[in-house]
């Protein structure tokens, strides 16, 4: 995928951040990044991943909503794990 260099300074440069939590505000190097590095808010240490969305644009997402997503796709494998029944 060919992203000219104004689209990269975009998706490249810092990316500012509004905490969900506590309304802080801070900014991300995307530079030093990728996906799945994990940032924590300065104030609070509320967790976000940067994942990669619609054409390649790394944004942040709150981790406990992403661990949520993950267990859902799932589709409920706790109940078919295999225990040893007496």
């Known amino acids: 995928?060919?992203?000219n260099d104004s689209a990269r300074k975009i998706i490249m440069g810092p990316?500012?951040?509004l905490c969900s939590e506590c309304k802080a505000r801070f900014d991300v190097e995307l530079?030093?990044?990728e996906e799945g590095d994990a940032v924590?808010?300065?104030e609070c240490?509320?967790?976000y991943t940067?994942?990669?969305g619609k054409k390649g644009v790394?944004?942040?997402i709150e981790s406990k909503e992403l661990e949520m997503d993950e267990e859902g796709e799932e589709?409920?494998?706790e109940e078919s794990e295999d225990y040893d029944s007496d």
Do not use: R, S, V
Request: glycine share 8%.
């Open 45 to 47: 240490n509320l967790e």
């Open 75 to 77: 589709g409920g494998d």
């Open 15 to 17: 990316m500012k951040k």
């Open 58 to 60: 790394l944004k942040l």
């Open 1 to 3: 995928m060919f992203i």
């Open 50 to 52: 940067i994942i990669a």
């Open 31 to 33: 530079a030093d990044m």
């Open 40 to 42: 924590a808010c300065p």
